[in-house]
Nanobody, 120 residues
Framework: QVQLVESGGGLVQPGGSLRLSCAASGSFFSIGAMRWFRQATGKQRELVAVITSGASTNYADSVMGRFTISRDYAKNTVLLQMNSLKPEDTAVYYC??????????????WGQGTQVTVSS
């Protein structure tokens, strides 16, 4: 039905920047809220940022002021601009979206994850 594919992960030095993207494809009517989660080794998965269908945003305290979530409605894409990266930001980052599928209603979908490593 719907696929979410993340890209943009990689290795970056502390203080550097990285931009993640997640594109939705498949058969659907529209997309509601879109989110970025992350999970570090040995840690619980945590919500990093969310953007609603109306483009309102919210962030985890740990990334406030450093990360920016945005979306491109025409391309069904959510972006996460990450600046001033810290080693503590190292994790697998996952895209999540509420997708309204025609005839089925709202469904929750996840991407496969992309690795972000912040290290010297």
């Amino acid at each position: 039905q719907v696929q979410l594919v993340e890209s943009g992960g990689g290795l970056v030095q502390p203080g550097g920047s990285l931009r993640l993207s997640c594109a939705a494809s498949g058969s659907f009517f529209s997309i509601g809220a879109m989110r970025w989660f992350r999970q570090a080794t040995g840690k619980q998965r945590e919500l990093v940022a969310v953007i609603t269908s109306g483009a309102s945003t919210n962030y985890a305290d740990s990334v406030m002021g450093r990360f920016t979530i945005s979306r491109d409605y025409a391309k069904n894409t959510v972006l996460l601009q990450m600046n001033s990266l810290k080693p503590e930001d190292t994790a697998v980052y996952y895209c999540n979206a509420d997708v309204i599928v025609r005839g089925l209603g709202l469904r929750d979908y996840w991407g496969q994850g992309t690795q972000v490593t912040v290290s010297s």
